[in-house]
């Protein structure tokens, strides 16, 4: 058989028994996946009342969910989602990258936006639960990942501007490819000193949704021009780098490599905190400052990390109508190079993981 259970039969056998009812591998065209929604068999959820202590969860078959119109994340915006992907290694088996980075993060982002948050292990028994569910979903190796897409909502309802009465833990998933088209190969970016991604004492440090609707605009444009994305500037200066929409950014001048400090507009990517210790191993200097625009201009390199685009070498950035172009082998830089198949090759359990960064569900 090589359908997933109905509701009626997942209500009634327990997740094992629904697995073994379906093929290794969904029917998917596995050489041309791209960075978009497919539907799989299942997602987890939980649900948390006023007490601030979530329910056990558990699986269900994907589909709508019901939501109060009231409710706080539809009204005001108390959300915050994550993302991580697992990797099928050639064995067979099953990687996860760090999940307890999410979880953490997941914990400093629901306090900052007043909500109570899965403790650590509850977070990271769903992700591996939902991982498994649709195992089928998991690509062959080589051909993609399984992008993994934790959500925190305020699904109780309130009128009035106040933290929801009730909040629903969601996990679901989806196999992708590249993020962007050009996949390991150079993109294009603007500098965008009109619209701000985030200001000092926002929440540009945690992962709400707000954060990325206030982007949409300015990257529309960008891409109107043909340009892949945007790199944005602090807001009080406006001559700091900051980040790109969904990315974090590096600068790279002989062996020192370069990126925006954490200070509470940027958001502490967990690639990018993996990138610079595997940069460090690789014997680069890291240094974790104040950046400058101006930097761009003599730069060897730069590159963008985050989990959908892993590291994203940059082509070419455009500042203030002047065009700075970024060469190497095919537009790949070897540092972003090195990095990337770094990084990857510990995802994928193509190399020993002396970090201890990878799970592997059995």
Known sequence: CTTPCSAQQFACASL????????????????NLGFGLVQTDYMYTAKCGPDGNFDKGGMVPFGPIEMNPASGVLNYGQGLFEGLKAYRKTDGS??????????MRMQTGAE????????????????KQTVLANKRWVPPTGKGSLYIRPLLVGSGAVLGLAPAPEYTFIIFSSPVGNYFKEGLAPINLIVEDKFHRATPGGTGGVKTIGNYASVLMAQKIAKEKGYSDVLYLDAVEKKYL?????????VVKGN???????????????????????????GFQVEERLVSVDELLDADEVFCTGTAVVVSPVGSITYQGKRIEYAGNQGVGAVSRQLYTS???????????PMGWTVQLN
């Open 343 to 353: 990084l990857t090759s510990l995802q994928m359990g193509q190399v020993e993981d």
């Open 256 to 282: 020192v490599i370069s990126t925006p400090a954490i200070k509470g507009t940027i958001l502490p990517g967990i690639t990018r905190k993996s990138i610079i210790d595997v940069a460090l191993t690789k």
């Open 242 to 250: 900051e980040e790109v929409s969904s990315c974090n950014i590096f």
């Open 16 to 31: 094992l028994d629904c697995l073994r009812q379906t093929s290794e591998f969904a029917d998917l065209d596995w050489e």
């Open 112 to 127: 900052r936006m007043c909500m109570p948050a899965p403790p650590v292990e509850q977070f990271v028994d769903a992700v």
């Open 94 to 103: 099953i990687l996860l990258f760090r999940p307890m980075e999410n979880a």
